[in-house]
């Protein structure tokens, strides 16, 4: 697996396919993300990844010295909740590095299954006491745009 020091810059890209993930390796990411399913912001402009394909991404991606990531950073209605676990708990025996959430109830569930959370440029931050209140929850939060 990667291993990044403190402040050490990472080149983290988006993967909405195969094809994409293999590509971004190639070129020298030391990330990739991608959604499962429905429940990420891309869900509709890429072919989505299933909870059966999580083993195989984070082997590929660990294999390259890369983190993999999941994005489950869409609004979250009680009916998303049962596969938002599944995918959280598929995830951390896969060995998926970590779950971009901006739902609470998302960052709940992947701390409860004790994997690193990291706050998407979804939940919109833009000052300090908001870095303050989810670095309670997360090491890593990406500011708003």
């Known amino acids: 697996m990667a291993s990044m020091k403190k402040n050490q810059t990472q ?60 994005a489950l950073n869409t609004i979250m209605y009680d009916h998303d909740l049962s596969l938002s676990k599944e995918i959280i708990v598929e995830a951390k025996r896969s060995g998926i590095d970590a779950i971009i959430a901006f739902d609470q109830a998302v960052i709940m569930m992947a701390r409860e299954a004790g994997m690193p959370v990291h706050i998407s440029t979804q939940t919109n931050i833009t000052n300090i006491e908001s870095v303050k209140f989810y670095s309670a929850f997360a090491d890593v939060i990406v500011l708003s745009r």
């Open 11 to 70: 080149l983290l890209a988006p993967a909405g396919s195969w094809e994409s993930m293999r590509a971004a390796l190639q070129a020298g990411a030391n990330a990739v993300y991608f959604g499962v399913d429905k429940l990420n912001m891309r869900a509709k402009n890429t072919v989505n990844f299933l909870i059966e394909d999580l083993p195989e991404f984070a082997r590929v991606c660990h294999e390259s010295n890369a983190k993999a990531y999941i």
